[in-house]
C-alpha cells in the first residue's frame, strides 16, 4: 500500500506536468480524486484490512488526497488567472468598435415625405390615385381628345385588355394629372389636393426614366387667381430648393390648363452657366396652370363659380435640383447601386 501510494502520487504528478489546460486539469482531477477515482478504490480496497491496519492506511490516503487537492486547486488558480490575463491583452482599449451598418429610406422617398411636409402647412392634403387607370382620365377628362396631336407628348404605355365603351383604354399613368378629375369626382369642395404617384413613359435617357414620381398639387375654390398659383410655387421652391435658387415661369400650352406654365429652376449642378445636363442653365421641373374650365366641367364643377389652378413635377427631377445632390445621371436614382444609395 506504501508503495502503491508513492508510486500513485508521482505518477499524479508526471501527469500534472503535461497540463496546458482547465480541461486537462479536470481530467487529472476526476483520475485521481474524483469519485470513481483512483483514491476511491484504495479507500474500498482498505475495507477488509483489520480495524488498526485501516486506521493507519486510511490516513496515508487521506494525506495523499489532500496534497492530490492542493495541487489541483493551486494548479486550477493559476491557469484560470492565465486564461483572464491574455484576454485581457486581446481588448484594445482604443480600438474603435464595429460599426453595425444602418439602412435608411430610398432617397425618393425621403423626397416625397419632404415634399408632402411642406405642402402640409397649406392645406394640401396627400392623395393617392390610380396608376394604372382609364385613358379617359389622363386624357379626355383633362380636354385632350383621342385625335389630338397634343398626346403623342405623353409616350404612353397601353396596356393589353379590352377597352372600356366610355373611358377607353387602360394606360400606365403618364403622368398623375389623372388624379385631377377624379378627385373633383368626389365632390368634395374645396379641393387642395396633393397626389404622387408612379408613372410611365417610352422614354429613357439622363433627364429622363420610363418609371419615375410625379407630385400633382391641385387647388379648386372660389375666387382662386393665378396669385395663389405663383404664390405656392414660390414658397414650395424656396423651402424646398433653398432661399439661393431662382425659379421662373415660361407661358406654355397645355391643353388641361388656361393660362400654362412650364416652371423652371436653375440649374443645381452649374447654378445657371449650362453643363451637359441642363444645357441652357434651366431645368424643367414641370408644368402648372390655372384649370381649364373644361377640365372642371368633366369634373362636374361650374366653372362660372370656381376656379383653380395645379402644377405636376417629377419627384426625381425635383430632387436632382437640390443644392448639394450633384447627380448628374436620373438613372442613377433606380439603378439601385449601393455606392450610390449610401451617400444619401
Ligand atoms: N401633367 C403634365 C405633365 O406631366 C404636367 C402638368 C402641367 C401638370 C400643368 C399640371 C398642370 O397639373 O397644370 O407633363
Known sequence: ?????????????????????????EAVRLKYAGKKGVLAKFLEEIKTLSVEEKKEAGKKINEAKQEIQEKIAELQNSLAGAKSASAQDRFYKTLPGKKIAAGHLHIITQA??????????LGFVR????????EWFAFEALNIPATHPARDEWETFFVDSPPDEKYGRLVITPHTSNGQVREMLKNELPIRMLGISRCGRRQEDVSHLQTFFQFEGLAVDKGISITHLKGTLDYFAKNFFGPGREIRLRPHDFRFTEPSFEVDINCSLCLGKGCNFCKSGWVELGGAGMVHPNVLKAGGIDSKIYTGFAFGWGVERTYMMKSGTQIDDIRHLFNNDLRFLEQF
Request: proline share 5%.
Open 1 to 25: 500500500m506504501d508503495m502503491d501510494l508513492k508510486e500513485l502520487l508521482s505518477q499524479f504528478k508526471d501527469d500534472l506536468k503535461k497540463i496546458s489546460s482547465l480541461e486537462d486539469l
Open 112 to 121: 416625397i415625405r419632404e415634399i408632402v411636409e411642406i405642402f402640409k402647412p
Open 127 to 134: 392623395v393617392r390615385h390610380p396608376e394604372i387607370d382609364w
